[in-house]
């Protein structure tokens, strides 16, 4: 069992970045490892995720270029650094754990585990 828990969300302005953390009770050695988000009245979204193997890192196409996912497996901890922010981006962001596979998988229901989110709100 793993449990995650996200911090770091808040109000920015347009154009400012943000980083957030997510980490875990477990170790995260072995779990591949995503970012989702979900923006009021529609579905959950992958945004970025990476692999346990490798360190792969894989994008939404919407925040290529301008969001990075890493992870220090030493702290447990997987970080999404958000830069370039726009209105758009505003969602409630979750963190997910997926064991098994060596892939990143962009539908939330291969997820085994997630987090309770944290609010991310980009003002215009």
């Known amino acids: 069992q793993v449990q995650l828990v996200e911090s770091g969300g808040g109000l920015v302005q347009a154009g400012g970045s943000l980083r957030l953390s997510c980490t875990a009770s477990?170790?995260?050695?072995?779990?591949?490892m995503a970012w989702f988000r979900q923006a009021p009245g529609k579905e959950r979204e992958f945004v970025g995720g990476?692999?346990?193997?490798?360190?792969?890192?894989f994008y939404s196409d919407s925040v290529k270029g301008r969001f990075t996912v890493s992870r220090d497996n030493a702290k447990n901890t997987v970080y999404l650094q958000m830069n370039t922010l726009k209105p758009e981006d505003t969602a409630v962001y979750f963190c997910?754990?997926?064991?098994?596979?060596?892939?990143?998988?962009?539908?939330?229901?291969?997820?085994?585990?997630w987090g309770q989110g944290t609010q991310v709100t980009v003002s215009s």
């Open positions: 477990g170790r995260l050695g072995t779990y591949n």
């Open positions: 997910a754990a997926r064991s098994g596979g060596v892939t990143v998988v962009r539908a939330p229901g291969a997820y085994n585990y």
């Open positions: 990476t692999s346990w193997i490798g360190n792969s890192s």
